[in-house]
Nanobody, 116 residues
Framework: QVQLVESGGGLVQAGGSLRLSCAASGSTLRFSQMDWYRQAPGKQRELVAQITSDGSAYYIGSLRGRFTISRSSAKNTVYLQMDSLKPEDTGVYYC??????????WGQGIQVTVSS
């Protein structure tokens, strides 16, 4: 059973930074893609960034330049560096791992709160 554990969330003032981590355990397989999603209160979950096994990264347009996704293949871990945070970045952040066999797994989510 694959488990994803997010860490690094919390409360930060606007303009500050946080680094989220998502560690995958329970599988010796490498992921094909890992994604970060977020869900703000009262809104739908949205894709924030994704990174493939070859290191290609994608961001939603409004976050490019503030957020950086990276990975450690050896650790099966993905990171999301979030800089210049804004109150509208507040929400629950989830990671999702996709594996080459087609399986997908979600983490439990972690709260990020940006105060103005």
């Amino acid at each position: 059973q694959v488990q994803l554990v997010e860490s690094g969330g919390g409360l930060v003032q606007a303009g500050g930074s946080l680094r989220l981590s998502c560690a995958a355990s329970g599988s010796t397989l490498r992921f094909s893609q890992m994604d970060w999603y977020r869900q703000a209160p009262g809104k739908q979950r949205e894709l924030v960034a994704q990174i493939t096994s070859d290191g290609s990264a994608y961001y939603i347009g409004s976050l490019r330049g503030r957020f950086t996704i990276s990975r450690s293949s050896a650790k099966n871990t993905v990171y999301l560096q979030m800089d210049s945070l804004k109150p509208e970045d507040t929400g629950v952040y989830y990671c999702r791992a996709s594996f080459f066999d087609g399986a997908k797994y979600w983490g439990q989510g972690i709260q990020v709160t940006v105060s103005s």
